[in-house]
């Protein structure tokens, strides 16, 4: 990860949280501003990340307004919620252009993608499959599903998830009909077992997200455990435009 390896894993989410932003890049192409930077700290150390504000969102009119960067941070919370470590470090803090997600940078093989991931990391893709299920994740893109240099799978761009009505849509269609596996299926049990309990992963959602939101996620974690199957495409657009 470039840089990013000076820094112990266990001292990156501060860094991020609360380093110095430096370096900010508008990157060149997306519907919402988004930005690299570097984040360094008094000791030289620095890493480098992905800085998308609030004020950079373009307005959806099916997702509340200025909520994008909230919904990239839950995706990282849930990622460690179920103990998959799918999403890079993310945060919420303010930076040059106000508040917005802040998200660990990976560098990553450029020739890789979910076309190319399926056949060589199948447990992982099966993760990210039910993952992008229960958060209801309506922009799966083939090019979300990168290949770090270090042989990790990982899932960016997730401001458009946690919606309460069903606007799955994805490129990782091929298990559709297929039972979940046993071990992915015990962690979705271990995660729902967790929401029960106070200061869970669901009190950490309704700081952040409105009630139906949450209860929308909610059913979407029972109906994966009373039913451990992929699901299949529904009758509304199922994929994501652009696909890669």
Same mark, same amino acid.
């Given at each position: 990860m470039g840089p990013n390896t000076t820094v112990p894993p266990s001292d990156i989410v501060r860094l991020l949280a609360e380093g &110095?932003?430096?370096?900010?890049?508008?990157?060149?192409?997306?519907?919402?501003?988004?930005?690299? %930077?570097?984040?360094?700290?008094?000791?030289?150390?620095s890493v480098r990340a992905v800085?998308?504000?609030?004020?950079?969102?373009?307005?959806? #009119?099916?997702?509340? &307004?200025?909520?994008?960067?909230?919904? &990239?941070?839950?995706?990282?919370?849930?990622s460690e919620a179920l103990g998959w470590g799918l999403v890079p470090y993310t945060v919420t803090r303010d930076g040059k252009f106000g508040v917005g997600s802040v998200q660990l940078f990976v560098e990553t093989d450029p020739q890789a993608s979910y076309f190319t991931l399926r056949e060589s990391h199948p447990d992982r893709v099966q993760q990210l499959c039910v993952f992008d299920v229960i958060a209801n994740n309506a922009d799966r893109k083939a090019s979300h599903c990168l290949l770090g240099l270090d042989g990790r799978v990982w899932g960016i761009d997730? *401001?458009?998830?946690?919606?309460? &009505?069903?606007?799955?849509?994805? %490129?990782? #269609?091929?298990?559709? *009909?297929?039972? %979940?596996?046993?071990?992915?299926?015990?962690?979705?049990?271990?995660?729902?077992?967790?929401?029960?309990?106070?200061? *869970?992963f669901r009190d950490e959602m309704a700081d952040w997200l409105s009630q139906p939101e949450v209860e929308a996620f909610c059913r979407r974690v029972e109906g994966m455990l009373q039913r451990p199957v992929f699901p299949y495409p529904g009758p509304r657009r199922s994929v994501p435009w652009p696909w890669m």
């Open positions: &110095e932003m430096r370096d900010c890049q508008l990157a060149p192409q997306g519907s919402n501003y988004t930005y690299f %930077v570097t984040i360094g700290d008094r000791k030289g150390r800085y998308k504000p609030r004020k950079g969102e373009a307005p959806l #009119w099916d997702f509340p &307004e200025g909520t994008l960067y909230l919904r &990239e941070f839950l995706a990282y919370r849930l997730h *401001g458009i998830t946690f919606h309460w &009505e069903n606007k799955l849509r994805t %490129v990782i #269609w091929d298990y559709a *009909g297929r039972p %979940v596996p046993e071990w992915i299926a015990r962690d979705i049990a271990r995660l729902a077992e967790g929401m029960e309990t106070p200061g *869970g």
